[in-house]
């Protein structure tokens, strides 16, 4: 058994160790038995006892701030979170109410903190990111901003790797400029109508596009008389335009290694061009861009009533597709965005994935994103 010592205070007798155990037996104490004397106390290192207070302090308030707040949301189980949304914030909220529940984001409201201070002249906490990926990933960067500005009445600034590459395109931009990959694409479907007056084209690229756009219709129309079409002689109007977008180059690779995913070829290229062929009969012109339009051109050559996209930058072609009245998509963030700006219907690939994915039908259906409509991708 272990031997505990005593110590004894000053001007008292000197005292002797014991053992745990029952005190029997002879041994020399303080008062003559090996129970210690009134001025003895046990002896142990203070240093010692300091830590396990402190210790024994830290795990009772974890156990406390656990159970009486909120916990902070695993980026794990980031997507299970969302189960609660769709029951709260998904279905309560209106453009013109403030949200009384907030979606789940990975800073809960048990760890912010309120200062009075300010930096560089804006009150803290200030929430800024810098850019990563392409241009459809730095869209929902901005648009994250947007809404945690909009959410927690923060200080949002853009960096300027990020105002760089967005306001050539979107000059109306009104978040702050200012010296982690942020997509909270849960986030978005709130402050649509906003993020759509946010993300407005240039003057410029708008004109281009018009300008393309009336050039379609001209070519529609030349190819809907030589086929005898009654698409304008009976008074339709116009046809309806369908924005396609086909992601690949990197992707490819990406996909199969992030997610186990194989992008969606041409069987569900003609698959969604179906789809609206049989929504709006001999009134329906698509609009065909990619990041490879040599590959998209070989798959759909034989078909007369997609036209191509000139390809002049990421800008024009984002402009361009969100200018149609619908769209179709396949995966990737671009294909995200051309849909959500477009503010149709968006027909998108139910890829079969072997990890979580941000575009995806699971996502989409957990979001209640209105008019995205999945087909099979093979």
């Not at 272990?2 to 020399?28: A, I, K, L, N």
């Not at 998209?296 to 034989?302: E, G, R």
């Not at 024009?316 to 959500?340: E, K, P, R």
Request: charged fraction near 20%.
């Amino acid at each position: 058994m272990g031997t505990w010592f005593w110590r004894c205070r000053p001007r008292s007798r000197m005292c002797f160790g014991g053992d745990f155990g029952p005190r029997t037996g002879q041994g020399v104490g303080a008062s003559g038995s090996m129970s210690p004397a009134k001025s003895c106390r046990p002896c142990g290192k203070p240093r010692t006892r300091l830590v396990l207070l402190a210790a024994l302090a830290v795990i009772a308030y974890g156990m406390l701030d656990t159970y009486l707040r909120t916990p902070a949301v695993p980026w794990k189980n980031w997507f299970q979170a969302l189960e609660g949304v769709n029951e709260t914030v998904l279905e309560l909220i209106t453009q013109d109410e403030v949200p009384s529940y907030m979606p789940p984001t990975v800073v809960p409201p048990t760890r912010w903190v309120k200062y009075k201070r300010q930096w560089h002249g804006f009150q803290m906490p200030v929430i800024t990111c810098q850019p990563l990926g392409r241009f459809g990933n730095v869209m929902g960067e901005y648009a994250t901003l947007f809404a945690l500005r909009r959410m927690y009445n923060a200080s949002v600034v853009v960096a300027p790797a990020m105002s760089s590459q967005l306001n050539g395109t979107f000059p109306h931009l009104s978040l702050p400029r200012h010296p982690d990959y942020a997509f909270e694409i849960q986030l978005f479907k709130i402050y649509k109508e906003e993020l759509r007056r946010e993300f407005r084209f240039s003057d410029k690229i708008q004109s281009e596009v018009r300008n393309y756009l009336q050039g379609v219709l001209r070519k529609h129309e030349r190819i809907a008389h030589s086929t005898n079409s009654t698409t304008t002689s009976s008074g339709e109007g116009p046809p309806v335009l369908v924005g396609l977008h086909v992601r690949r180059t990197d992707y490819v690779k990406h996909a199969k290694k992030m997610f186990g995913a194989k992008l969606p070829g041409e069987e569900y290229f003609k698959r969604a061009l179906n789809y609206y062929r049989a929504k709006f009969p001999n009134n329906v012109a698509f609009v065909a861009a990619s990041d490879d339009m040599a590959f998209i051109q070989s798959k759909l050559k034989t078909e007369k009533d997609v036209f191509y996209a000139p390809g002049k930058s990421a800008s024009f072609d984002m402009a361009l597709l969100s200018s149609c009245n619908h769209s179709i998509v396949t995966m990737g963030s671009y294909g995200f965005w051309t849909g959500f700006l477009a503010g149709g219907e968006v027909v998108y690939p139910d890829v079969k994935l072997y990890s979580d994915y941000r575009f995806s039908r699971s996502m989409y259906e957990r979001l209640r994103l209105e008019h995205f409509t999945p087909l099979p991708a093979d």
